[in-house]
Nanobody, 123 residues
Framework: QVQLVESGGGLVQVGGSLRLSCAAS????????MGWFRRAPGKEREFVAAISRRGGISYADFVKGRFTISRDNAKNTAYLQMNTLKPEDTAVYYC?????????????????WGQGTQVTVSS
């Protein structure tokens, strides 16, 4: 069993930055793929970024060049650095752990989820 806790969300102005953290407990994250997803008000949950257990990275097109996913297995933590934030980035952001280790695009392949952290970008 893995417990995931996100932190680092908040209110930021357009063009600002935030760094989200996803701290894990219960098991080592080193065997898992890690993903970040988000759900905006009135919208479906969508993929943001993922990193496989071997360090392979993928991003949604709408965050390429602005967001950076990383992981620190020694700290059992994954991160999402978000720069040049836009109002359309406003959402609840969730981290998730993928048992296969691939860091999947598909949410249904993730076994463990955090509770989410709110990111609000004001214009």
């Amino acid at each position: 069993q893995v417990q995931l806790v996100e932190s680092g969300g908040g209110l930021v102005q357009v063009g600002g930055s935030l760094r989200l953290s996803c701290a894990a407990s219960g098991r080592s994250l080193s065997d898992y793929g890690m993903g970040w997803f988000r759900r905006a008000p009135g919208k479906e949950r969508e993929f943001v970024a993922a990193i496989s257990r071997r360090g392979g990275i993928s991003y949604a097109d709408f965050v390429k060049g602005r967001f950076t996913i990383s992981r620190d297995n020694a700290k059992n933590t994954a991160y999402l650095q978000m720069n040049t934030l836009k109002p359309e980035d406003t959402a609840v952001y969730y981290c998730a752990a993928d048992l296969s280790g691939r860091g999947s695009y598909y949410g249904f392949e993730y076994a463990y989820w955090g509770q989410g952290t709110q990111v609000t970008v004001s214009s």
